[in-house]
């Protein structure tokens, strides 16, 4: 019978062990870590996740900003705010909320911030230090997926792992990360390729992120399988207080035989955050 993986116990953990870690850190009695958290236009998605991420902050004893621009925010001015906050040292990590509009150049803006405060793992000398094995904050949802099968104890090597999708803020990471595992195989592929069936019935691991509800049949999964599913489509749904809900990737049946698998909503989101935290901390203490 497939395991769903209860991610709400795993982000409890790791929410003590931060909290464990501050108390016991007597070299920083009465330092808080700090977060900021850049917000532009209004966007009511980017608002909840960030408002999400601040609150996550907030229980585990830290110190959280949202400072939010306007969405015709000039490019230099953005990249003025970042900059103040790089030589701020009592702020410890930096996070701008994908995506930005158009007129900003998205790369521009993750290279802007300093390699030691990107908790988001996206700058490209942050990509580059994890690609060659040089440290580095992982982005969350790589660390998330690396921590659940580190807790199934799941040795990696010879492993086939296959990412399904194609983004810059999620399969992109997952493909930096994964492709500096030792000896395991990676599977980079779009739905469009018409292969996703094909690749997901040989693959050890699976993770799928094209934001297409129902997109892999969980029967295509094969036994002995870990599917994480970091689909998030929302669906209107009139009978929910929010007006939507939340639905992944994968079309979870009965018949599934896969080992384990994460859910959606209450899965890869959600514990995404918690290891948004964990890097914070990581910043937090490597800065003082």
Request: aromatic residues 6%; glycine residues 8%; proline residues 3%.
């Amino acid at each position: 019978m497939t395991e769903i993986i209860d991610c709400k116990k795993i982000i409890e953990t790791i929410k003590s062990d931060i909290k464990i870690g501050l108390n016991q850190n007597d070299g920083n009695i009465g330092l808080k870590p700090k977060a900021s958290f850049i917000l532009v236009g209004d966007n009511e998605f980017s608002k909840r996740y960030v408002n999400l991420k601040a609150k996550a902050c907030n229980e585990v004893g830290f110190e959280a900003e949202i400072i939010n621009f306007e969405a015709d925010v000039s490019e230099d001015v953005l990249l003025e705010g970042i900059v103040k906050l790089n030589s701020d040292r009592n702020v410890n990590g930096i996070l701008v909320q994908m995506p930005l509009p158009e007129h900003i150049n998205e790369f521009k803006i993750k290279n802007a911030i300093d390699k030691d405060k990107d908790v988001d793992g996206l700058s490209a000398e942050n990509t580059f230090n994890i690609v060659f094995g040089k440290g580095g904050h992982i982005p969350c949802v790589p660390a998330s997926i690396l921590y659940i099968l580190e807790l199934c104890n799941v040795n990696l090597s010879n492993k086939t792992i296959l990412i399904a999708g194609k983004s810059d803020i999620t399969s992109k990471p997952l493909l930096n990360v994964f492709s500096n595992l030792n000896n395991a195989d990676v599977i980079f592929c779009d739905h469009e390729s018409g292969r996703l069936a094909e690749f997901v019935k040989i693959a050890d691991i699976i993770v799928s992120c094209c934001n297409l509800p129902g997109i892999i049949d969980s029967d295509w999964l094969t036994e002995d399988s870990y599917a994480f599913d970091a689909g998030n489509t929302c669906i209107k749904d009139e009978t929910k207080k929010i007006g939507y809900r939340v639905v992944g990737d994968i079309e979870l049946k009965g018949t599934c035989k896969a080992k384990c698998i994460t859910p959606v909503p209450g899965g890869l989101g959600p514990l995404s955050i918690a290891m948004l935290t964990k890097n914070i901390y990581n910043a937090f203490i490597s800065q003082r």
